[in-house]
């Protein structure tokens, strides 16, 4: 967010009081504004007080909503309430969670590994209360990790170095060239590079080899302005675990980092979609699957995958081989994203396969890609 947390919830605010005439009033604690939330729970806290919002509008016939929030050691409450008619949240359990999108709300929460706590009646208002932790699991494997920066633009140079730090990731150094980022690496060990593709002296894909022929379980990410093809599959050729546009949301960035530590590529939908079209044909003409990478035996057509998976894996199966995020895959068949990651998980153990990107060419080998998802 452009203009902080915190600025983003009191400008939306602003506009709601004067668009709708309801009153609001935010809350705050020092110790509260000083906190820094990674950047995936700031963008669904963002959505659920939308959402809530919304809701008092639509429903409530409040005239004052307030939001506050308070510290709670290691996690914090987000408390939103309303003045409004509230409802009878047991006599209408199915029908309000779809009308009053609770179930968005929901799967949002579990995002952030929060909880959500609703009471309400009849004539006496809505109270919302949301609990969730400082750090996700996701986001404190981000923060473990040692990065190093390469980039020949000071600006950027900079501006990625603060984005960080202040998120409490650990920058080991900075380089301006390949050149450099090899020396660095040998230095500092970094378990993440971040890395530009054009360079001076040398530039990041040179690097990459080098890096990779020396450091092999360092994870190399190119960052760039271009999404030309040729840079795309010459970086992971070249051994890069992702590949990223400079233009591209905060929170999928840190998201997409936080991959790396699970095996995961960190690569955008687009990019990721076309480097699995690419990846996939030399093997358009083939009939069967080849067994040389530990790939199952015996699965070598889309009815005999079918089989061996259940409706939802072969489903998430599918959807992810046709380009989706998990994101996009959650919302299509109903489930989170941490659900789809979980169940992308156990797809990976029975095919025995060793990450994302691996399931997605072999499903892309028996044609799942271009069957429909069916659940």
Do not use: W
């Not at 602003?14 to 820094?36: C, D, E, G």
């Not at 950027?156 to 409490?168: D, K, P, S, V």
Request: aromatic share 6%.
């Amino acid at each position: 967010m452009e203009h902080g947390f915190f600025p983003t919830i009191e400008s939306y605010l602003q506009r709601y009081q004067q668009i709708y005439a309801i009153h609001t009033m935010l809350t705050v604690p020092p110790a509260v504004r000083q906190v820094s939330l990674p950047p995936v729970v700031e963008a669904h806290l963002i959505r659920i007080i939308q959402e809530a919002l919304s809701n008092v509008r639509k429903h409530a016939g409040a005239s004052l909503v307030t939001l506050s929030f308070e510290l709670l050691g290691e996690r914090v409450r987000l408390s939103i309430v309303d003045n409004g008619r509230g409802f009878d949240l047991f006599a209408h359990a199915g029908e309000t969670a779809q009308g009053y999108g609770l179930r968005s709300m929901h799967e949002r929460i579990g995002e952030i590994e929060g909880t959500l706590d609703i009471q309400t009646q009849l004539g006496m208002g809505t109270q919302i209360s949301i609990v969730f932790p400082l750090q996700t699991s996701d986001s404190q494997q981000t923060t473990q990790a040692r990065v190093l920066l390469v980039d020949d633009q000071p600006l950027f140079l900079e501006g990625l170095y603060n984005m960080l730090t202040t998120r409490g990731i650990t920058v080991v150094g900075t380089a301006s060239n390949g050149h450099e980022a090899l020396l660095q690496t040998r230095q500092f060990s970094p378990d993440i590079i971040l890395m530009d593709v054009e360079m001076p002296v040398c530039n990041g894909l040179e690097a990459t080899r080098h890096i990779k022929a020396e450091f092999p379980e360092t994870h190399i990410v190119m960052l760039t302005v271009s999404a030309q093809d040729d840079y795309l599959f010459e970086a992971m050729k070249s051994g890069a675990s992702g590949y990223l546009l400079k233009n591209m949301e905060l929170s999928e960035f840190f998201s997409l980092l936080a991959g790396l530590q699970r095996g995961e590529l960190a690569l955008s939908a687009d990019m990721a979609h076309k480097m699995l079209r690419e990846f996939a044909r030399p093997y358009q003409a083939e009939t069967a699957v080849s067994t040389s990478h530990d790939m199952s035996p015996g699965l070598a057509s889309t009815s005999e995958v079918a089989s061996y998976l259940s409706d939802l894996e072969r489903a998430v199966l599918t959807l992810a081989a046709q380009g989706h995020t998990y994101r996009a895959v959650g919302e299509q068949v109903g489930y989170s994203e941490r659900t789809i990651k979980k169940v992308m998980s156990t797809i990976m153990k029975k095919l025995h396969l060793k990450n994302r990107a691996e399931a997605i060419a072999y499903a892309r080998k028996v044609g799942l890609d271009t069957t429909s998802s069916n659940y």
